[in-house]
């Protein structure tokens, strides 16, 4: 299958606001990730980042955060431009 690439919104909260919940998604998964923006605290954050990858990668992925308790949702906007 042909590389895909996804923009997505992470939405993280306690008590994984801080964890390195995309890294273990990049090692679990043979998927690359970009952050564009983001904004992580100690009791919440949010990610804007581009998940690139085979198309059922980045969907196993995807479903594995949410299974972390992350909110996964598009990302509004242009993420590239910043």
């Not at 954050?45 to 594995?64: H, N, P, T």
């Amino acid at each position: 299958m042909p590389e895909h690439s996804d923009r997505l919104r992470l939405t993280f909260f306690p008590p994984i606001a801080t964890d390195p919940i995309v890294c273990r998604m990049a090692k679990q998964f043979d998927v690359e990730f970009s952050i564009r923006r983001a904004d992580i605290q100690p009791n919440a954050g949010w990610m804007d980042l581009e998940l690139s990858g085979d198309q059922d990668d980045i969907e196993a992925a995807i479903e594995w955060l949410t299974e972390q308790g992350v909110k996964v949702s598009p990302a509004g906007g242009d993420v590239m431009a910043g």
